[in-house]
């Protein structure tokens, strides 16, 4: 399907040079001998699973999407279904033109068995009308797993008309293992995109020649400020991320009891007949059950050490400070509480609820209409 031709790296896009190792896209002059050359950068994440950070402001990004609504294309936007709030990409309209959308949810294998996939489509779709887009239709594949890839590569056959296709969406969202699993079952499998859990992992377009002359570009993943893991050491962000399916924790409250996500979040029951808080976050992140009268003081004592992550005294003071987010919770069907790139937690609206939610300065948090 595609064959490296230009100076580009291969793993994420950016111009190979030779000069100076402190530069983006610096390769080694004896790696040029290689049929596919990739730079030092995308060596390092692939083998040794070290990230170096790249001076790559949001200008940049904003540069390289900018140019979409000037073509004549398909779009092909990427979200997390675990993260949606978190992965969506604020602002697309103001990209793509009158470019048709087709909307792929991705991670699909971490969410619980017994979910109706017909009902999270739906959902989507209710989703992405609510924030003023209108996709041709909704895909939900699992990159990782190679889940109905199939179909979407159909649906982009039939929705791109001899068009173009750009794939875009905000940073580890899953584009990147998207592409390889395309060219693994379709075509170069030798050719693989560097994928990490690490923000800004591709950093130019990746141009995939397509064989009616037309190509899919892989574009740098748009960096959300307001997700959680962008406050974390790389370690910790793993610990956050899921690798596999999702199970659900139930928690019967009384008002005035707390839980703790780790030491990233806090969820305080403050008035309401008790009923069930099922958690849906890392199955092994720590959750901590006490009560509100205490809350306070277990933080204090214990944040770093016992409510991880944050892993460690320092990890815990470079977190911005907790601020509160109070939400009213009607007895009109289930309702999410999202915590952008750490989950939700959901209560079954059969009864109200005030609910106080501690978080991260800058982390957002909202409800939504549950998911499941």
Not at 49 to 59: F, L, R, S, T
Request: aromatic fraction near 6%; charge should be neutral; charged fraction near 25%.
């Amino acid at each position: 399907m595609m064959d490296q031709t230009s100076g580009s790296c291969a793993g994420c896009g950016i111009a190979i040079q030779t000069e100076d190792a402190k530069r983006p896209g610096y390769a080694p002059p004896s790696a040029l001998e290689r049929r596919v050359v990739i730079c030092q950068r995308c060596y390092r994440i692939k083998h040794y699973n070290e990230v170096a950070p790249v001076n790559m402001g949001d200008d940049d990004f904003l540069r390289i999407l900018d140019g979409i609504g000037a073509t004549q294309s398909l779009v092909v936007m990427v979200v997390d279904i675990f993260d949606f709030q978190g992965s969506w990409l604020k602002g697309l309209p103001r990209f793509v033109g009158k470019n048709p959308i087709l909307l792929v949810g991705n991670k699909v294998d971490l969410l619980p068995r017994n979910i109706n996939l017909n009902r999270v489509r739906n959902w989507m779709q209710h989703e992405a009308k609510e924030r003023g887009l209108r996709p041709e239709d909704v895909v939900l594949i699992s990159a990782q797993k190679g889940l109905h890839i199939d179909e979407l590569l159909a649906r982009i056959g039939e929705l791109r008309k001899g068009r173009d296709v750009y794939i875009v969406g905000v940073t580890n969202v899953g584009k990147s293992t998207m592409i390889n699993r395309i060219l693994h079952d379709y075509g170069a499998a030798e050719l693989e995109i560097t994928t990490s859990p690490f923000p800004g992992t591709t950093l130019d377009k990746i141009e995939i020649p397509l064989e009616d002359g037309r190509s899919i570009f892989d574009t740098p993943g748009i960096i959300n400020r307001d997700q959680i893991g962008h406050m974390i050491s790389p370690a910790d962000l793993r610990k956050i991320t899921p690798t596999s399916r999702i199970n659900s924790k139930v928690y019967q409250l009384n008002d005035g009891q707390t839980l703790y996500l780790g030491g990233l979040a806090r969820i305080d029951f403050v008035q309401g007949e008790r009923q069930p808080f099922i958690v849906y976050v890392d199955n092994d992140l720590y959750i901590h059950r006490t009560k509100l009268e205490n809350a306070d003081e277990v933080m204090a004592k214990h944040h770093g050490s016992l409510l991880v992550p944050p892993t460690g005294e320092e990890a815990a003071k470079a977190l911005p400070p907790f601020v509160k987010h109070t939400f009213k919770i009607r007895p009109t069907g289930t309702t999410d509480i999202v915590i952008s790139g750490l989950g939700w937690v959901s209560l079954q609206g059969k009864h109200e609820a005030s609910v106080v939610v501690h978080a991260p300065k800058g982390v957002s948090v909202g409800i939504r209409k549950g998911l499941i």
